[in-house]
């Protein structure tokens, strides 16, 4: 039976009018209370009549995902761990912060693969492997799932005003479905998100990146963690197969709004990344090819990983080195680590236990 959450409103309406023989305005009513109204059942929309009602709940279903665990971090970080009709499982997280006028809102990160193909070596998905893509239905069903949580626990705090696609998976690997969702997130009469509300982050993939830039539907941000081709093919052995000069030329070439600029994410690993002379190198890879800023995340170990946490000094001494080039960089702590939430830690653990 068919699940409406994965069809966009152009597919709803092709398939209401030629299959059910509604008219269009049907669909964008069903629509509106499906991602507007949170419905998880036809019965709810009242004003749909009862006999298009009938007719939808003979031949397709609203399926969320499943919430199968809740964990909330000391700072506020709340991690889901959602279960998909197939078994497989998923990560999404909401991360609390308030801006200068002291206005809370949250963001989500949300996952667009079960597991990941790209095995970067600091990252806890790129150890489970790949197992699948994620629906359309299935990465907006994070969002569902977690406006509701916020409307039954947080009233006092229910904003959820920007997406991350930084969970598990790398979102250009499954480009399709991640450009369908992004076309839904931008229609008014569904979760309306503002393509400046969205960043994409990808490592690095040839395939899809003008598709997206293109598009102008969210912003971009690339994970490079590495100032030098030879480091980076050592941190991320599948994404440096495209070499970091044709990946910075792309960059170059990407089709940016006024006043946008590429985020860079860079990762910095105890002793491995995080020295003066790849603060320099940094800088002047990144002030030489793009328009770009850098935020600068400072690694917490994961178990058995082979990394550690960067000396703090060193940390401050890397981000100055940046601001004394020039160039916008800002240290972002993880958050939500006490529950494993943090960059580069999500894992699906009740999933992999079972493996
Ligand atoms: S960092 Fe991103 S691209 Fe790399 S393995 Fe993890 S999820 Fe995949």
């Known amino acids: 039976m068919r699940n409406i959450l994965n069809d966009t409103l152009p597919e709803l309406t092709a398939w209401m009018t030629e299959e059910l023989g509604e008219p269009r305005f049907r669909a964008a009513q069903v629509w509106q209370w499906i991602w507007q109204k949170g419905a998880r059942d036809f019965s709810e929309m009242t004003d749909v009549s009862k006999a298009c009602r009938t007719r939808l709940a003979e031949t397709a279903r609203i399926v969320w995902p499943e919430v199968v665990t809740v964990q909330e971090s000391r700072d506020g970080t709340t991690k889901f761990l959602l279960g998909m009709e197939d078994g497989a499982q998923i990560e999404t997280v909401l991360i609390p912060s308030e801006d200068r006028e002291g206005n809370r809102r949250w963001t989500q990160c949300l996952s667009s693969q079960v597991g990941c193909a790209m095995g970067c070596t600091f990252c806890s998905t790129g150890d489970m492997g790949f197992e699948r893509n994620l629906t359309h239905g299935e990465i907006l069903g994070q969002i569902l799932v977690a406006r509701a949580h916020l409307g039954d626990n947080r009233p006092d705090w229910p904003i959820l005003r920007n997406l991350v696609f930084m969970g598990m998976g790398e979102p250009l690997l499954n480009l399709g479905n991640v450009m369908r969702a992004l076309e839904s997130l931008n229609n008014d009469r569904g979760l ?3 393509p400046r509300r969205i960043t994409v982050s990808t490592c690095g993939i040839e395939k899809g990146l003008r598709e997206l830039g293109e598009s ?6 690339v994970s490079l963690h590495a100032p030098t081709q030879e480091l980076r093919a050592r941190i991320m052995p599948k994404a440096a197969r495209w070499p970091l000069p044709e990946l910075l030329k792309a960059l170059a070439a990407y089709p940016l709004k006024t006043r946008e600029r590429i985020t860079f994410e860079y990762l910095l690993l105890g002793g491995v990344n995080d020295g003066p002379e790849q603060a320099h190198q940094l800088a002047k890879l990144v002030s030489e090819t793009v328009r770009g800023k850098l935020n600068l995340i400072v690694y917490n170990p994961a178990e058995g990983s082979p990394y550690e946490a960067p000396d703090e000094a060193r940390v401050l001494a890397f981000e100055k080195i940046l601001w004394n080039h ?10 939500g680590q006490d529950i494993k939430a943090a960059c580069g830690q999500l894992k699906a653990a009740n999933k992999t236990l079972n493996t």
Do not use: E, P, Q, V
Not at 326 to 335: D, E, H, L, Q, V
């Open 216 to 221: 102008g539907l969210a912003y971009l941000a």
């Open 326 to 335: 020039n160039i916008t960089a800002i240290i972002r702590k993880s958050k």
């Open 192 to 194: 309306n998100f503002s």
